[in-house]
Antibody, heavy 118, light 108 residues
Framework: QVQLQESGPGQVKPSQTLSLTCTVSTGSISGTTYYWSWIRQPTGKGLEWIGRIYTSGRPNYNPSLTSRVSISLDTSQKQFSLTLTSVTAADTAIYYC???????????WGQGIRVIVS | SYVLNQPPSVSVPPGKTARITCGGSNIGSKSVHWYQKKPGQAPEVVIYSDSDRPSGIPERFSGSNSGNTATLTISWVEAGDEADYYCQVWESSGDLVVFGGGTKLTVL
């Protein structure tokens, strides 16, 4: 069983950088086969995959966000993080951190954190 | 990039069968997962790998995938099934995860 918890500011000003952290409750973040992922749901819209990172590989990002997004992993703290630069109102969303398998099957989700760009 | 197309909404009376489609180019060659999303809650897997059901998900939920269309079928629909449903695949050429646009299931 994996538990995830997002943390970070609930509001970010336009043009600034959004930074979120996900803390993982599991035996070892690096000793699993999970892909540590970020997914968001903009207000009134559907789920959007942001990207993911594996303990031994480079991160992968949604092509629509790749110029602004970065995902990193801190195995010692059992955390992974999301950074999104140059935010606009379109980035207002609920952001979920999640644990998925290689094929994207996402079994574990955080509760989500609402971020407003204003 | 790979696109998954879902109808925006599906409405069925209680006790009837709901079918939610997910269209994509040769989607039958991919493994499709389905999520149920209720307001204020995180998504939950209801079908994975085209047609497998996680423990705790009622047998009323089933899935199929062939050609250019994957389908989530909910038999004997109940009021509690009212939610948004999303299909999802892994797109191998770009090593990307793709979600469909979502379908709002309304139980009349």
């Amino acid at each position: 069983q994996v538990q995830l918890q997002e943390s970070g500011p609930g509001q970010v000003k336009p043009s600034q950088t959004l930074s979120l952290t996900c803390t993982v409750s599991t035996g070892s973040i690096s000793g699993t086969t999970y892909y540590w992922s970020w997914i968001r749901q903009p207000t009134g819209k559907g789920l959007e995959w942001i990207g993911r990172i594996y303990t031994s590989g480079r991160p992968n990002y949604n092509p629509s966000l790749t110029s602004r997004v970065s995902i990193s992993l801190d195995t010692s703290q059992k955390q992974f993080s999301l950074t999104l630069t140059s935010v606009t109102a379109a980035d207002t969303a609920i952001y979920y951190c999640a644990a998925a398998d290689y094929y994207g099957l996402t079994d574990y989700w955080g509760q989500g954190i609402r971020v407003i760009v204003s | 990039s790979y696109v998954l197309n879902q109808p925006p909404s599906v409405s069925v009376p209680p006790g009837k069968t709901a079918r939610i489609t997910c269209g994509g180019s040769n989607i039958g060659s991919k493994s499709v997962h389905w999520y149920q999303k209720k307001p204020g809650q995180a998504p939950e897997v209801v079908i994975y790998s085209d047609s497998d059901r996680p423990s705790g998900i009622p047998e009323r939920f089933s899935g199929s995938n062939s050609g250019n269309t994957a389908t989530l079928t909910i038999s004997w629909v109940e009021a509690g099934d009212e939610a948004d449903y999303y299909c999802q695949v892994w797109e191998s050429s770009g090593d990307l995860v793709v979600f469909g646009g979502g379908t709002k299931l309304t139980v009349l």
